[in-house]
């Protein structure tokens, strides 16, 4: 496909983790906040600083074909 996910499910004592993930030639530096302490929930995601509508990233909708992306998660309750 076009595009990935994100929807942690975590434990509710993460408050924060990281990691990486190449997809479509660009290498996604994902990072996950959890302010809440909960297991699982999306409450916002942005990429590059701007905000994504649903937890679905489409690198190409982005403007991103190559390269890096930083890709921000606030999970919590919805």
């Known amino acids: 496909g076009d ?3 994100l929807d942690p499910c ?8 990281s990691m990486e993930f190449r ?21 916002e995601v942005q990429v590059d600083g701007k905000k994504v509508e649903s937890k679905w990233i489409v690198p190409a909708e982005h403007g991103k074909t190559e390269g890096e992306a930083l890709v921000q998660v606030t999970m919590g309750r919805v």
Request: aromatic share 12%; no cysteine; glycine share 12%.
């Open 3 to 5: 595009r990935f996910t």
């Open 10 to 17: 975590i434990p509710g004592d993460w408050k924060e983790f």
């Open 23 to 43: 997809f479509k030639g660009v290498l996604h530096r994902i990072r996950v906040a959890n302010p809440e302490g909960v297991e699982r929930g999306v409450r």
